[in-house]
């Protein structure tokens, strides 16, 4: 990783990690690589041609964010190929870069766009901007990541000439990016010239994002920092869309460039306000993140939760999880993975929903937004290729790297080896049925002693824990913080814990007054038509205070549910709750949120 930064963060991914994953997440990974990383250029060659052809007639009908889906799928596929480095998503990947690279121009254009729009042209009916700063933004971070990844400097080189030939259209020059309209979306391009500022030194770089930076203060853009550092919540601000996001990962980068403590501050609020709580914000009970596409400051707003904006929001709060190194960030993370993520994702890995509703049923993206389909590119859409970026995150963030050893975020079985600061390497391997129950016995495993700190988070959501090394019990971790061991590590030590899956309740407000929302561990519990006798419109009442879940055996059809439990509601029916990621799988009705018993 570069050294130009001014300050070096809590917590950092991990560079050249192994992971192993079993059970439900093994097969949903695998169901992301085998139906869609490996199938979708094939299935969908447009999304690369569009570069060849931009200038041939008759031209492509494209939408104005067409330049996203080559970017936001290298971008996915790089990450599915750190958990899982198959031989097969590596020859894709090696073709796929030198197909994208094969279509930059000679002066380092890298959208799909004929000449004369290039970088701030105009829809078609004239009434909107392209988003073509806004596709390169998103090439240049999946060839960024590619490059850290495998070491391939043509990727490197292409990056940059895409970022070359924006600063010779825009830096010091009388046209500025804020130009380009589309102002959410084409000014995120800052956080992709920060992230190849910090790769390469390259000052021109810097020097635009500063541009950029002093544009966002001029309306219609976002004013993300002033309205931050004024404690505006982030509904509030003037572009509350999601893309946004992604200029606020810009604000991050700036402060670890230059150390100034105002970037700081306004990173933080910003993911603050959106965070929330159980009666303001933006992070719904999913998991989940915007109604509508934007955000609305209100967690029960029953506005479309798009997949693309819950991408968004993990994307932040990974960055928010380096920041601070405060495991109740990495709690969201989960909440976001577990519920919202695979809630999103088909189990076959045939496809993405564009909106994963509270309460509702589970559509492809193809039927919510078609519109975005073309010749050669059937099922791309911005959620398609965007959605299995989700997934891949799990390499930045369920191991993690502080400077006295590695930071346990991920829990469920799997393997996963890291580097320690001694340049040693240590496999942790975690037995568990997690999230089913809440035992978890992580083996700590060496080639020799090695004297390190192990974090292991405690969610904020377990009320008693407790923690044992080697079968002799540890004092009580207290929810919401890391438990910290710093010893003489030896191969075959053994730490446990047990969480606390006593199910919890989400009292609803607004929209959802009188109504609740359960959870065990983790998982958002469901109400779904297929496994029960009544209908959602004759849904009982539940009493969260007297409801005991007992689990309950799969016997029916495919697809099983990951998780099963029987309830007895107010009325002595039976109710049978799922988890949120199986709701809803064969287009039956499902609810999260609840008649609350009064």
């Known amino acids: 990783m570069t050294t130009r930064t001014a300050v070096q963060l809590p917590l950092r991914p991990p560079r050249g990690a192994k992971y192993t994953f079993h059970g439900f997440i093994e097969r949903r990974l695998a169901a992301n690589l085998e139906q869609w990383l490996l199938v979708a250029p094939q299935a969908n060659p447009a999304m690369l041609d569009m570069f060849r052809d931009r200038d041939r007639l008759p031209r492509r009908d494209l939408v104005p964010w067409a330049g996203e889906f080559a970017g936001k799928y290298l971008t996915s596929a790089v990450l599915a190929y750190r958990l899982d480095p198959d031989p097969r998503l590596r020859a894709q990947l090696d073709s796929f870069v030198d197909a994208l690279i094969g279509g930059q121009d000679e002066d380092g254009y890298l959208g799909p766009f004929p000449r004369h729009e290039r970088l701030t042209g105009r829809t078609a009916d004239g009434k909107g901007a392209l988003w073509d700063l806004w596709g390169h933004y998103h090439a240049i971070l999946g060839l960024l990541l590619w490059y850290r990844q495998v070491g391939y400097r043509p990727a490197l080189d292409a990056a940059r000439r895409a970022a070359d030939h924006i600063c010779r259209r825009f830096l010091d020059s009388a046209e500025r990016v804020i130009d380009a309209g589309a102002e959410e979306m084409n000014m995120a391009i800052s956080h992709g010239l920060c992230l190849l500022y910090q790769e390469t030194g390259e000052e021109r770089y810097l020097r635009l994002v500063r541009e950029i930076e002093r544009d966002w203060q001029t309306p219609p853009a976002g004013d993300y920092v002033r309205t931050a550092l004024a404690g505006t919540p982030f509904h509030a601000t003037p572009k509350p869309r999601w893309e946004s996001l992604h200029d606020v990962q810009a604000i991050l980068s700036l402060y670890e460039i230059t150390g100034k403590e105002e970037y700081r501050r306004a990173f933080e609020q910003v993911w603050r306000s959106i965070r929330g709580d159980e009666h303001q914000g933006d992070r719904h009970n999913t998991g989940g993140f915007t109604s509508g596409e934007k955000a609305t400051g209100n967690p029960y707003d029953a506005g479309a939760i798009e997949t693309c904006c819950t991408v968004a929001w993990m994307?932040?709060?990974?960055?928010?999880?380096?920041?601070?190194?405060?495991?109740?960030?990495?709690?969201?993370?989960?909440?976001?993975?577990l519920n919202a993520t695979l809630g999103a994702q088909n189990a076959t890995g045939r496809w993405w929903t564009y909106d994963t509703p509270m309460d509702g049923v589970r559509k492809a993206s193809a039927h919510d937004i078609v519109f975005q389909a073309r010749e050669g590119s059937p099922e791309l859409n911005c959620c398609s290729v965007n959605g299995p970026r989700s997934l891949g995150m799990l390499s930045e963030w369920a191991v993690m790297q502080a400077d006295e050893g590695p930071v346990v975020n991920y829990y469920g079985a799997c393997s996963i080896t890291v580097g320690l600061p001694g340049g040693e390497r240590v496999r942790l391997t975690q037995t568990t049925r997690y999230p089913l129950e809440g035992r978890i016995e992580l083996r700590v495993e060496l080639?020799?002693?090695e004297t390190f700190t192990l974090r292991l988070r405690v969610p904020a959501w377990s009320r008693e824990t407790s923690a044992r090394l080697n079968?002799?019990?540890?004092?009580?971790?207290?929810?919401?913080?890391?438990?910290?061991?710093q010893r003489a590590w030896r191969d075959g030590d053994v730490v446990t814990l047990d969480l606390d899956m006593a199910v919890r309740a989400w009292l609803g407000?607004?929209?959802a007054e009188g109504k609740v929302s359960l959870y065990r561990g983790p998982l958002l519990l469901a109400y779904d038509r297929?496994?029960?006798?009544?209908?959602?419109?004759?849904l009982p009442t539940v009493d969260p205070e007297a409801l005991d879940?007992?689990?309950?055996?799969?016997?029916?059809?495919?697809?099983?549910?990951?998780?099963?439990v029987r309830a007895t509601a107010a009325d002595g029916r039976d109710l049978y709750l799922c988890d949120f990621a199986s709701a809803g799988a064969t287009g039956s009705p499902y609810r999260t949120w609840l008649s609350l018993q009064r």
Not at 315 to 337: K, N, Y
Not at 530 to 538: E, K, V
Not at 549 to 564: D, H
């Open 315 to 337: 994307a932040l709060s990974v960055d928010m999880l380096r920041l601070t190194g405060d495991p109740t960030v990495a709690d969201e993370l989960e909440l976001s993975t």
């Open 549 to 564: 879940l007992t689990p309950v055996a799969w016997t029916g059809p495919a697809p099983a549910p990951w998780l099963l």
């Open 447 to 449: 080639a020799r002693p």
């Open 471 to 485: 079968g002799e019990p540890l004092p009580p971790p207290q929810a919401g913080t890391y438990l910290a061991l």
């Open 530 to 538: 297929r496994h029960n006798a009544m209908d959602p419109d004759d």
């Open 509 to 511: 407000a607004r929209e």
